[in-house]
């Protein structure tokens, strides 16, 4: 490795906005399977369509309904 590097002419990732960071969700056994099931017959991994629909959502200002049991 070099001991010093010249980044005077470089340039910022344009995709830095669209990156994604890695979390852990504790979700129940039916909301996995159910978006299994549907990415499946989309033919997408299932996080990336749990994505696309938390994303929708976000845009929307979509609010959760809660409903205690």
């Known amino acids: 490795m070099r001991k010093k590097y010249d980044f005077s002419e470089s340039v910022r990732n344009p995709y ?9 969700l504790r979700l129940s056994l039916d909301v996995i399977e159910y978006f299994k099931k549907q990415a499946k017959e989309m033919g ?9 629909y938390l994303s929708q959502c976000a845009h929307s200002h979509k609010k959760p309904t809660l409903k205690w049991a």
């Open 44 to 52: 997408i991994p299932y996080q990336n369509l749990v994505n696309l």
């Open 16 to 24: 830095a906005k669209s990156l994604k960071k890695q979390v852990t």
